[in-house]
T-cell receptor, first 112, second 110 residues
Framework: DAKTTQPPSMDCAEGRAANLPCNHS???????VYWYRQIHSQGPQYIIH???NNETNEMASLIITEDRKSSTLILPHATLRDTAVYYC?????????????FGKGTKLSVKP | SQTIHQWPATLVQPVGSPLSLECTVE??????LYWYRQAAGRGLQLLFY??????ISSEVPQNLSASRPQDRQFILSSKKLLLSDSGFYLC?????????FGPGTRLTVL
């Protein structure tokens, strides 16, 4: 079973920030938080990952709470092309095993 | 740069027929390779992973098998397909941290 909890769906207005929450209360000290997204009928796309510090890249920002039990993925200026299912995953860094356990994710709908 | 290919893109097969899906990766050496399945309306389920040629680990018992005959080639097979094998099959590769996914094969078993 997935070790994360996400809302099943969210809406966001185009141009606004999309804030996607994720709860991972059982995360262990050496597990990272990863975010992927899957646009309909395509393979998942890596977005960002982090351990305890906030991270930012060209796609998004990741905010992890101090106790690491939850995190938020932020798309600063959502576009229609950001409509997708977003998956929050916890896993060991660089593990050779395929321990990417995908839950049902959050279906983000960006509306004009 | 690294690329990952899967084929075919779509496949319709009768129950009881064999299956062979192929995945190849370019631009990297000795990657970890994975096969996932996504059933309709559900999340991804890891089926197999491989850390090297001939090394296959199965995550879920089923009528599917995987093989890695070459460093950058990963094959998913079945001798006799079941209706429940329908789904979206994704191959992925990694060198340690994030996994990169292929375009997927949509399999419909009738």
């Amino acid at each position: 079973d997935a070790k994360t909890t996400q809302p099943p769906s969210m809406d966001c207005a185009e141009g606004r920030a999309a804030n996607l929450p994720c709860n991972h209360s059982t995360i262990s000290g050496n597990e990272y938080v990863y975010w992927y997204r899957q646009i309909h009928s395509q393979g998942p796309q890596y977005i960002i990952h982090g351990l305890k510090n906030n991270e930012t890249n060209e796609m998004a920002s990741l905010i992890i709470t101090e106790d690491r039990k939850s995190s938020t993925l932020i798309l600063p200026h959502a576009t229609l092309r950001d409509t997708a299912v977003y998956y929050c995953i916890v896993r060991l860094y660089g593990g050779s095993q395929g321990n990417l356990i995908f839950g049902k994710g959050t279906k983000l709908s960006v509306k004009p | 740069s690294q690329t990952i290919h899967q084929w075919p893109a779509t496949l319709v097969q009768p129950v009881g027929s064999p299956l062979s899906l192929e995945c190849t990766v370019e631009g990297t050496s000795n990657p970890n390779l994975y096969w996932y399945r996504q059933a309709a309306g559900r999340g991804l389920q890891l089926l197999f992973y491989s850390v090297g040629i001939g090394q296959i680990s199965s995550e879920v018992p089923q009528n599917l098998s995987a093989s890695r005959p070459q460093d950058r080639q990963f094959i998913l097979s079945s001798k006799k397909l079941l209706l429940s094998d329908s789904g979206f099959y994704l191959c992925a590769w990694s060198e340690g941290t994030e996994q990169f996914f292929g375009p997927g094969t949509r399999l419909t078993v009738l």
